[in-house]
């Protein structure tokens, strides 16, 4: 295994952790349980950046995520539909069925649902931007998030707000 290091971030809906590792960022997630290594030091420049990164956004101040390295593991249809709701921007909002449509796999908006729930970048890989497919603006069900309806629900209208 790589060697990982971690930094923890406190957000306004539970704290965050980031995983590092000298490749770059392996994960992201939100950790209501203490962080396992919360006690090792941050080394690595990826985890730095991405703290940083992320404070601005919680902040109101980043829509974009800039010149971070990622270590993600995934099959490739995984990685593509990921590649995909990276695409998605800052505030707006798209569905499994728009995001299978883009990738010309317009019957499987529920394999890009699946995927999209195995995604271990919270935020950068936007998933909180997905909705299930017939769902038509900001008003409707939000739909699930692996990490909380709540904190997707937060983070939409964190966007909307910011933008």
């Known amino acids: 295994m790589l060697d990982e290091d971690s930094a923890t971030l406190t957000t306004p809906i539970g704290p965050l952790t980031i995983i590092g590792t000298e490749k770059g960022i392996r994960a992201i997630r939100f950790d209501d349980a203490s962080p396992r290594n919360a006690r090792r030091p941050t080394v690595h420049l990826s985890t730095r950046q991405c703290k940083a990164q992320m404070e601005e956004y919680f902040d109101g101040k980043r829509r974009t995520f800039d010149d971070l390295s990622f270590a993600l593991i995934g099959t490739a ?78 983070l939409l209208g964190h966007e909307s707000k910011n933008r």
């Open 77 to 154: 249809f995984q990685t593509r539909v990921w590649e995909e709701v990276m695409k998605v921007p800052y505030g707006e909002i798209a569905t499994y069925g728009s995001i299978a449509h883009s990738l010309r796999c317009s019957q499987d908006a529920r394999a890009v649902g699946r995927a999209v729930g195995r995604n271990m970048l919270a935020i950068i890989i936007p998933c909180h931007r997905i909705l299930p497919s017939g769902s038509a603006g900001m008003d409707r069900d939000s739909g699930e998030y692996a990490w909380g309806r709540e904190r997707k629900e937060w």
